[in-house]
């Protein structure tokens, strides 16, 4: 139902950008949200785009990574510049269970694989 791809290599200062594609079914009216997993942490906020566009980041995004969405394809972007080695993680789009969400893992529902990313020093 999500396909999160993208992720890679990088080094620091790069940049990369993620995509999500998600089923009409499983994203129609809902918000979808991005989240991270380093090895050895809990699972944490990146930021999330709601139904109409609006979008809401992580302190440590900083300017530094944004989100974007085409509904009429699905599909949700994460473009992340300037990226530190602090941003390896494996990276998850989820799908929200309402049109406005926050920044809770609870507030969301469908999650895809995630892909990793990597950046090196």
């Known amino acids: 139902q999500l396909q999160a791809s993208g992720g890679g290599l990088v080094q620091a200062g790069g940049s990369l950008r993620l995509t999500c594609a998600a089923s009409?079914?499983?994203?129609?009216?809902?918000?979808m949200g991005w989240f991270r997993q380093a090895p050895g942490k809990e699972r944490e906020f990146v930021g999330r785009v709601n139904w109409s566009g609006g979008t809401y980041y992580a302190d440590f995004v900083k300017g530094r990574f944004s989100i974007s969405r085409d509904i009429a394809k699905s599909t949700v972007y994460l473009q992340m510049n300037s990226l530190k080695p602090e941003d390896t993680a494996v990276y998850y789009c989820?799908?929200?269970?309402?049109?406005?969400?926050?920044?809770?893992?609870?507030?969301?529902?469908?999650w895809g694989q995630g892909t990793q990313v990597t950046v090196s020093s």
């Open positions: 009409k079914r499983t994203s129609s009216n809902n918000a």
């Open positions: 989820a799908v929200g269970t309402r049109p406005y969400t926050g920044r809770e893992p609870s507030e969301y529902r469908y």
